[in-house]
Nanobody, 123 residues
C-alpha cells in the first residue's frame, strides 16, 4: 500500500505559476505510474498529466505546453509545474498512483489517491 500527500497549492493570479508535489510513502514508488487530476466545483474529476516509471509523459490538451510533470524516484516524489495559469485551471488537484507501466487518463484506473490540494487562479 502506498500513501500519497499533495502540497504546493495556493492562490495565484492569471499568468502565474505554481509547483505541486506528490510525496509517496509506505513502499517504493519507483514502478508506479502517477497521474495528476483536477476537479472544479460542480464538475467531474478530469485528467491533467501522467508519468510512468521510465519518465514517459502524457498531457491533456488543455494543459499541454503549460504544465510539466516530472518525478524524482530517489525522493519518491512527483511534481507538476504549472505555468501560465488561467482561471479555468482552478480546482482541487489530486495525484494518483498505480503499479503499472502504461499511462492512463481514467481516474478509476488508479487505486491510490492523495487528499488533494486547492489551486485558485484569480482573474
Amino acid at each position: 500500500q502506498v500513501q500519497l500527500v499533495e502540497s504546493g497549492g495556493g492562490l495565484v493570479q492569471t499568468g502565474g505559476s505554481l509547483r505541486l508535489s506528490c510525496a509517496a510513502s509506505g513502499r517504493s514508488f519507483t514502478h508506479y505510474a502517477v497521474g495528476w487530476f483536477r476537479q472544479a466545483p460542480g464538475k467531474e474529476r478530469e485528467f491533467a498529466a501522467a508519468i510512468n516509471w521510465s519518465g514517459h509523459t502524457y498531457y491533456a490538451d488543455s494543459v499541454k505546453g503549460r504544465f510539466t510533470i516530472s518525478r524524482d524516484n530517489v525522493k519518491n516524489t512527483v511534481f507538476l509545474q504549472m505555468n501560465s495559469l488561467r482561471p479555468e485551471d482552478t480546482g482541487v488537484y489530486y495525484c494518483a498512483g498505480v503499479e503499472s507501466f502504461p499511462l492512463n487518463t481514467i481516474p478509476v484506473y488508479y487505486p491510490y489517491w492523495g487528499q488533494g490540494t486547492q489551486v485558485t487562479v484569480s482573474s
